[in-house]
């Protein structure tokens, strides 16, 4: 049970927010690179690539926040949080570790822990899921990392979810969205690896991020068929 509820968090769950977040991020990036093409061109086609670049905003910042939710008991969401909890609540019936060498080169790619390690080649499952817990917890609540959360909450909040008196649209800095991607993408990676069998790292890159990238390309090829870029 607890097995299958990990693996909805993460497949159903993180994985795909952070595959729609990141696309969002990669197109709203390059529709910004070839701004000054896209602003010489048509009112009409300068009125498309704006509403995609809002759009992609959107997108990002909701894809994002959904992964941050707050565990609701009511409503059961797919968070984050909600997983590092489960790995909280597992105590001695922690799950086993099913590719203990692969979850061994994540740990030493990110540079995390080394009890963890220890704990791998001993494969102590349990001792494992407690301190994976802690470590995910005390980086969560880092000073630094709560700015960055509450800077997307906030934008969320008075931008997306309420159209707030007062408030006016800005971006996230860059910076924001790059630790909060780098966490969830942490937490996919060594659970898929531990206890799932799933590659969705190796040698500590995120796999489908190159696949998210690919998609900005379509942006590229948009404007070549429009001629208002060259090919190159």
Sequence with gaps: MMITEI???VLHGLVTDLYKAERAIFIHKEIGKHAQVIN?????????????????????VLSLARIYDTPDKK????????????LNDAGDDAPILSERYQ???QLKALRIAPRLEEHLLANDNIQFTKDLF???????IQQDFQFHLN????????????????TFVQEIKWTTYDELILFVKKVIGIVGWAYLSTAYMYEGIHRLSESAER?????????IELKILNEA
Excluded at 40 to 60: C, G, H, P, Y
């Design 151 to 166: 800077e997307l909450k906030r934008i969320r909040d008075k931008i997306l979810a309420h159209n707030e008196i007062g």
């Design 103 to 105: 979850t061994l080169e």
């Design 134 to 140: 802690l470590y995910f917890e005390t980086e969560y």
């Design 75 to 86: 409503y059961p969401n797919r968070c984050v949080l909600r997983l590092i909890q489960i």
């Design 40 to 60: 010489d061109s048509k009112s009409s086609i300068r009125q498309v690539f704006l509403l995609m670049q809002q759009l992609t905003f959107n997108e990002a």
């Design 7 to 9: 693996a909805d968090i």
């Design 215 to 223: 998609e900005k390309h379509v942006i590229t090829d948009i404007l």
